[in-house]
Every structure is written in structure tokens, then in C-alpha cells.
């Protein structure tokens, strides 16, 4: 049996060492490595890699030199990033990488993730860095794909006690997944799974709507519409994983407008339509951005708010954001090649959007269904239903029109 193939990043003009000793464990557990230099301005320390820089370079079609010469560190980190995207590509590729695993300070975590996300589901990928912490972004460090992130506690600067039992642990843990995880299979014949969208806001009506589902043999994959969740579910969609979705919550879509940490990209709410599969959209709170406690703008301070938990504070739409919304839905959706179905419930968009609740407001919610059924394709249904968006009735409804229309699909 041939062993499994770790590849291993890192910037060797700083963290030969530390790069060393987790080669030398992961080599200890039977594992063979590949030892990538994302280093740009040094030589390693103590050690040889298998891929040294200057070669890691030549992937994103430039030279070490090139980017030494590059004139500030953010656009020679932006060129080696290119470089050992292209490279982990073409490793995985070729059948020599099974797992990967960096480890590395901001510069050298950013570049090591950048490398693992453009790895299918189900590939390890291990990430350790001191910057796994506190408040920074991990959009950089993980984005739509499952990568463990480790908080190093030390910096990586030194084989003391503390680093080596972390990185001891993380040898473990890569010969565990290498050992008994797998890929991400293609869906078994027969299958036919459902991609739905979820916030708390939204959770008993898509408990509802799931086994409503299951009733009909359709499984549901739940993707959290947090900013990364509908993004990712556009991605697996696109990789053939769903034979339809269900975007109950799409959040995901206003947050980019006001900044909120939802935001789930310019293209949210277009990759499904262009991919011709089935879909049922439902305005699932729209009406609310969501930000980190204590960061809400100025600019919003004077609207409703909500305090969702402790961590979490939810700001109203405007009524012109609202007939923004209705624009923008009617724009993304009419452009779908496949079957599109609007399912719509008039009495609350979210928990705090009820009668007498700080997000109730009837009128701008009707107008964001009359500025989409104004402008949005003819042919495209749209129905509204005199429920709450989770009230579990109403994530039956919106399984029905699911049904209905894979039904029709295949009549």
C-alpha cells in the first residue's frame, strides 16, 4: 500500500525549524511529505525543501527575483500566494498530495490558506498560526472550504514544550484524517439531496420544510447563510452535489449593501440560476444587516435594532433598501436558466419582524414584493403566503412548491 503524501508550506527563512519538526513527526507516523518554501526574501534555516522558492515561484509565471524586487511585501505575498495556489493544483492533480498543513505568521497562514481553499471538500487541511485568534477575519484563513484551524498559543518561533506539543498534536491529527477521513464522494445514484438556507431566524421552519422533504425522499444539506454558507453552497452546487435548492434565507444578499458581516459577494443569489438547476427563493430575512456588537456605523444607529445574542446585533432594512432588494432579486433571478419559483410570506421576514416587534414595518416590506413582482421575468411564479417566514406551515408550503416543481420538471 502506498503511503499518503502531506505537503507541507511554509516560509523557511523564518520558520525553518519549526517546519523541520513537523515534517520529521509526520515522517515518524509513516507518512511521505513534500516541503513547499513560501519564503520570499530569505534562504531556508536549517532545512531543504522539496520545493524550493525560487521554483515555487516560476507557478504563478514570475521568478523569486521578481518578487524580492516587487516593491512592497503586500505584492510579493500576492504573487507567491498566486504561485502556491497553481502549485497545490497541479500537486493534487498529479495524485502527490492526500493532505496539506502550513504553518506560518500572517503573511505565510495567509499564503498556506490560500493554497488549501482551492482543495475539493473532504482533502485535509490543517492551518496553525498564532492569528487563528482574537479578532481577526478568518474569511482569509478559511473561506468556503473545511479547514482546521489550530491557534498556535506561541508564536512559531522556537521548539519549546509548548510549540512542540501543538505541533505534535497536529501531526496526530493529519495521520487520523489521513488514516480514516475521505473525499468528498460524488452523490450515490438515486440520491437526490436538497441544499437549504438557515439562520436561527429561520430554524424551525426549515426543521419543518426538511422533513416535509424527507417525507418525499428529497435529503437536505443546511448551509448557516452567515456570509460563507451561501457561498459555499453555490460552490458544491456547482461541483453537481444538489439536485436542487431551497435559498429559504437569503440574508446574504443586503449585507454587501450596508457592510454587514453577511455578505455573501457580488455573484449571491446568480451561481444556482446559471447552473440551470431547480430553485425556490425566499426573501428570508432581508430585512436586517448583521453586525458585530459595538460595531454598528452611525450611519445605522438610528434604526431599529435587535440584539440577536450577546456576540450579534441585527439592524432593519430601510424602505429603500427594501425596493432596492426587490430590484436586485428581480434582476439575479430573471436571469436564471433553469426552473425559478418565489415563495413569499407577508406577516414577518424574521423573529423581531412581527406585530408590535422592532422590525415590523408591513409597508416596506410590500413594497420590496411589489417592486419585485413588478420587474422580475413573467414567466418566473411568485407566491405570497399569509404566514411568518418560520412558522413551520410555511417551510411546508415552501417544500411543496419544491416538490411540485421537480415534479414538473421531470413529467
Known amino acids: ?60 509565471g514570475t521568478t523569486i527575483e521578481a518578487l524580492q524586487a516587487a516593491g512592497s511585501r503586500g505584492k510579493a505575498v500576492r504573487g507567491m500566494r498566486a504561485a502556491l495556489k497553481k502549485l497545490t493544483v497541479k500537486l493534487y492533480a498529479d495524485g502527490r498530495l ?17 493554497a488549501m481553499m482551492v482543495l475539493p471538500v ?39 514544550p509548548i510549540a ?28 437526490r439531496y436538497v441544499a437549504l438556507t438557515m439562520l436561527g431566524n429561520t ?53 454587501p449593501l450596508v457592510g454587514g458581516i453577511h455578505d455573501g459577494g457580488a455573484h449571491r443569489l446568480e451561481v444556482v440560476g446559471s447552473l440551470g438547476l431547480p ?10 444587516s448583521v453586525w458585530n456588537a459595538g460595531t454598528v456605523p452611525e450611519s445605522l444607529k438610528g434604526r431599529p435594532q435587535y440584539d440577536h445574542n450577546p456576540e450579534y446585533v441585527l439592524v432593519r432594512t430601510s424602505r429603500d433598501e427594501m425596493e432596492e432588494l426587490g430590484h436586485i432579486f428581480a434582476r439575479k433571478l430573471s436571469a436564471a436558466t433553469g426552473p425559478v419559483r418565489i415563495v413569499i410570506p407577508t406577516r414577518g421576514l424574521s423573529i423581531p419582524n412581527v406585530p408590535g416587534g ?8 410590500a413594497l420590496f414584493r411589489e417592486t419585485l413582482l413588478r420587474t422580475v421575468r413573467r414567466d418566473i411564479p411568485v407566491t405570497t403566503h399569509a ?12 417544500a411543496d412548491q419544491f416538490i411540485d416543481m421537480m415534479e414538473e420538471s421531470t413529467s
Open 279 to 288: 430553485q425556490v427563493i425566499v426573501p428570508g430575512c432581508i430585512d436586517f
Open 122 to 160: 473532504g482533502v485535509p487541511k490543517v492551518l496553525v498560526s498564532p492569528i487563528a485568534s482574537g479578532y481577526h477575519f478568518f474569511e482569509p484563513l478559511v473561506g468556503t472550504r473545511d479547514m482546521m484551524v489550530v491557534h498556535s498559543v506561541v508564536d512559531i518561533l522556537g521548539l519549546n
Open 203 to 255: 430554524t424551525t421552519a426549515v426543521m419543518a420544510a426538511k422533513d416535509h422533504l424527507a417525507a418525499r425522499g428529497f435529503e437536505s444539506v443546511i448551509f448557516h447563510s452567515n456570509g460563507v454558507g451561501g457561498p459555499a453552497m453555490e460552490e458544491l452546487a456547482a461541483e453537481g452535489q444538489f439536485t436542487g435548492v431551497i435559498d429559504f434565507t437569503t440574508n446574504e444578499v443586503y449585507d
Open 1 to 60: 500500500m502506498m503511503e499518503k503524501t502531506v505537503v507541507v508550506i511554509g516560509t523557511l527563512d523564518t520558520k525553518g525549524p519549526e517546519i523541520a519538526y513537523l515534517r520529521d513527526r509526520l515522517q515518524s507516523f509513516g507518512l511521505d511529505t513534500i516541503v513547499i518554501d513560501s519564503g520570499i526574501l530569505g534562504e531556508p534555516l536549517d532545512i531543504v525543501p522539496d520545493i524550493d522558492h525560487a521554483e515555487t515561484a516560476t507557478y504563478g
Open 164 to 191: 512542540c506539543t501543538i505541533f505534535d498534536n497536529v501531526a496526530a491529527a493529519i495521520k487520523g484524517m489521513v488514516g480514516y477521513g475521505h473525499d468528498l464522494p460524488a452523490p450515490e445514484p438515486g440520491k
Open 358 to 365: 422592532p422590525f415590523w414595518d408591513p409597508e416596506s416590506d
Open 387 to 398: 404566514r411568518h417566514v418560520n412558522d413551520p406551515e410555511f417551510g411546508r408550503t415552501v
Open 98 to 114: 492526500d493532505a496539506i498543513v502550513c504553518m506560518g505568521g500572517a503573511e505565510g497562514a495567509v499564503m498556506g490558506a490560500a
